[in-house]
T-cell receptor, first 114, second 109 residues
Framework: DTAVSQTPKYLVTQMGNDKSIKCEQNLGHDTMYWYKQDSKKFLKIMFSYNNKELIINETVPNRFSPKSPDKAHLNLHINSLELGDSAVYFC?????????????FGEGSRLTVL | GQNIDQPTEMTATEGAIVQINCTYQTSGFNGLFWYQQHAGEAPTFLSYNVLDGLEEKGRFSSFLSRSKGYSYLLLKELQMKDSASYLCAVTNSNYQLIWGAGTKLIIKP
């Protein structure tokens, strides 16, 4: 069984479109994250969500919005896509409070904006 | 500012030993992680150090010196499948996770 699963794995779209990436974890973890990894392979935190609190990285444009219907799901919606949004987006989860335990990553969603 | 430094790339020979260093400057310290990331795949957890000393796990060991802001990941009996990027990450006093850019390890036969 996949622990952290995200869909779609690949997404190719035009500038200006709106798209969503879904993430689900079946580990019973309290905390979920969205990371962006660009072509230089640097992992950048976008959002952390503990079932009590959403923590937003202030450098993330407000075109990006996380939505968590329950603690097992954290979806990412992106409005008005730009070329610079092309990257691999990783969902992750961990037990306990934010950044207190090892991260379990999903397989990644490779977004290409044309 | 806060930053993590690790070499961009290293090359080693199959069967040998390699040490990947990581130095950090962060506002406080609450633990250091090492992750492995194969090309095109997700990072996977390797080790966690919060106290000084060496943690051994099979062919991989991780060392931490908090006073020096320094860690290393030691890989023994290298195998071709160890070719990957190795990411160092530190949790600071605010429980922010600060990531290094990763060290790409190339294993040659």
């Amino acid at each position: 069984d996949t622990a952290v699963s995200q869909t779609p794995k690949y997404l190719v779209t035009q500038m200006g479109n709106d798209k969503s990436i879904k993430c689900e974890q079946n580990l019973g973890h309290d905390t979920m994250y969205w990371y962006k990894q660009d072509s230089k392979k640097f992992l950048k935190i976008m959002f952390s969500y503990n079932n009590k609190e959403l923590i937003i990285n202030e450098t993330v444009p407000n075109r990006f919005s996380p939505k968590s219907p329950d603690k097992a799901h954290l979806n990412l919606h992106i409005n008005s896509l730009e070329l610079g949004d092309s990257a691999v987006y990783f969902c992750a989860s961990s037990q306990g409070e934010v950044n207190t335990g090892e991260l379990f990553f999903g397989e990644g969603s490779r977004l290409t904006v044309l | 500012g806060q930053n993590i430094d690790q070499p961009t790339e290293m090359t080693a020979t199959e069967g040998a030993i390699v040490q990947i260093n990581c130095t950090y400057q962060t506002s406080g310290f609450n633990g250091l992680f090492w992750y492995q990331q194969h090309a095109g795949e997700a990072p996977t957890f390797l080790s966690y150090n919060v106290l000084d000393g060496l943690e051994e796990k099979g062919r991989f060991s991780s060392f931490l010196s908090r006073s020096k802001g320094y860690s290393y990941l030691l890989l023994k009996e290298l195998q071709m499948k160890d070719s990957a990027s190795y990411l160092c990450a530190v949790t600071n006093s605010n429980y922010q996770l600060i990531w290094g850019a990763g060290t790409k390890l190339i294993i040659k036969p």
